[in-house]
C-alpha cells in the first residue's frame, strides 16, 4: 500500500471512531440513515387522526393551562378525537381520581378527550427517529423534554395525521385547513400548531432533517429552526416572508395572527385586564391563542378568578370546565 493511501486509509478510520464515540458520549447522529425498524404498534391502534397532545415529563397532574388547551380542542372540535399522549400516565385513568387528582378526571369526563401513555420507542417504530432515540444520551441535553416534544409531534404526525397543538394553545376556532403550519414571525415558522395528513413528505422531510441537523444544546433547533429550514426548501425561498398566507407543494403557510396574534416579546399582555369587547375583536381571526408558557418560567405568573386578565377570560369562555376546578375553586 502506498504511503499516501495508507494515511488516507487511517484518517478515515480514525474519524469513523471519533464520530463513534462521539455519538456514544453526546448522543450525536452518527449519519442520516432513515430506519423502518420496528413492527406494528399495538399500543396505539385505536388512535384515530384528530388533535393531538403530547406531555413528554413523567408528571400526570398538570397545569390549570395544559387542562384548558385540551379541553377548549375537545370543545371546538366536538365531532373529532383529541389524543392526549401523557408519558407519566400508566393507561388506567380509575387510578387517577378525585380528589387527589384533578387533570385526568377534568379531561377524562369529556367524551372526546382520548388519553394515551406516551410509549416513545413504539412510537418512533418505522421512522429516521427510532435510531436516534436509542443513541442519544439525554444527561447531555439542555432541553431535553422540548426536544422529545419536537420528536414526538412530528412521529405522531406521520403516523396518524391531524392537528399537533402545544399544551400552552387555547383553542378558539376550527382550523379549516388540512396541511399548514404557521408563521411566528416575519422570516420564522413554529412548530407549536401543525396540521398534515398522515405520511405526508412534509413531515418524513422533517424527521430526516431532525436527525440530520441534531443539536439538543440549542434552543428551537428541534422546533422552529427545523420547520423553517424545510419549509424554505419546500418554497424555494430564503425568504419566508413572502409565502405567508400562501400555499408551497399543497402546505399552507399561515400568518401569524392565527396563533401568535401576541408575540413571545409581549407575552404578559396574557396577565393584563382585557374588557369584553377587545377580547372578542382582536381574536377574530384567530384559531388559537398561544400563551408562551415558556416565557412564564422564571415568573411562575397564574391566572386569578376576578382579575378580569385577558388569559382568565379566555379560561372562562373556552374552558369553562377547567375555569370552575382548577381556577375559582383554586385547588390547585
Known sequence: MKPRLKWMVLFFLCCTVGLYFLS???GLPVGCCATLEGGNDPVYDNVRPGIMFVETTDAV???PLTVCAVESAARVYPTRPVNFFLRGFQGNASQYTSPRYLTIPILSSIKNIHIYPLKLEILFHRTPLLNWFKSVRPFWQRYWTLVLSDASRLAMLWKFGGIYL??????IRAIPVTNFLCAEGPQSANGAALG???HHNFIWDCMVDFVCHFNGNVFGNQGPK???R????WCGTQHLGDVIDKQCGGVSYLSSRRFYPIPYFNWTRYFESWEAEQVEAFFSQTYGAHVWNFMNTKQQMKVEAGTGALLEELFRIFCPSTYQIMIKKRRV
Open 24 to 26: 456514544v458520549i453526546f
Open 226 to 228: 427545523l420547520v423553517s
Open 230 to 233: 424545510i419549509l424554505k426548501k
Open 196 to 198: 398534515f395528513e398522515d
Open 166 to 171: 402545544d399544551t400552552d394553545i387555547i383553542s
Open 61 to 63: 397532574e398538570l397545569t
